[in-house]
């Protein structure tokens, strides 16, 4: 059965200060990684999708890492508008359809 | 602007009634899906349906029901059977690359529905 675990659960930063979030995965046949962020009482909005293992991507503060076992989420000087849930979600193949299975997230809160 | 509208925001369910959650996406997407999210629980797939007039069940099917008769809409029944309904309810989308190509999941704002 695939898995994705997420930590931690929760996170709470200063303004300023950088860390990481892990997503860890046992899946067969991986076909895609995917980070989310999630406001609350919102949909998830798509912030990456990594395919092979040494891939990596970039959006302003966030940088996406993906290795054969793991992905991380490096926030680089997060400030208090970066506060909102992470998902981290793989998609393998399985009877016919690109399964994706999702983690339970990240809490990020920065505090200015 | 093209993307994914759920409505409504909030639903209010009686209990023995069925309801029905609307799901638009104007991304021309062939696969569109249903999840619902719990707290302290990853999304869970309800239903996902990879082109129109076809769909299929997911995780936890049981006391749900979907139509796909349009590309652009993906409704979901919640049924009087389904004991528990109180959830965050998410309609997604994706191209529908069967190579895996471009299986990125866009998703909609959500519909958070509550029983009386």
């Known amino acids: 059965e695939d898995q994705v675990t997420q930590s931690p659960e929760a996170l709470r930063l200063q303004e300023g200060e950088s860390s990481s979030l892990n997503c860890s995965y046992t899946v067969s046949g991986l076909r895609g990684l995917f980070w989310y962020r999630q406001d609350p009482g919102k949909g998830p909005e798509f912030l990456f999708t990594l395919y092979s293992a040494g891939e990596e991507k970039e959006k302003e503060r966030l940088k996406a890492t993906l290795t054969k076992k793991e992905s991380f989420l490096h926030i680089t000087a997060p400030k208090p508008e970066d506060s909102a849930t992470y998902l981290c979600a793989v998609q393998a193949y399985s009877g016919g359809y690109q399964k994706v299975t999702f983690g339970i997230g990240t809490k990020l809160q920065v505090i200015p | 602007d093209g993307g994914i509208t759920q409505s409504p925001k909030y639903l209010f369910r009686k209990e023995g009634q069925n309801v029905t959650l609307s799901c638009e996406q104007n991304?021309?997407?062939?696969?569109m899906y249903w999840y619902r999210q719990d707290p302290g629980q990853g999304l869970r797939l309800i239903y996902y349906s990879q082109i129109v007039n076809d769909f299929q069940k997911g995780d936890i099917a049981e006391g749900y029901s979907v139509s796909r008769e349009k590309k652009e809409s993906f409704p979901l029944t919640v049924t009087s059977a389904q004991k528990n309904p109180t959830a965050f309810y998410l309609c997604?989308?994706?191209?529908?690359?069967?190579?895996?190509?471009?299986?990125?999941?866009?998703f909609g704002p959500g519909t958070r529905l509550l029983v009386l």
């Open positions: 997604a989308s994706s191209e529908g690359d069967p190579t895996g190509g471009k299986e990125t999941q866009y």
């Open positions: 991304l021309n997407h062939d696969a």
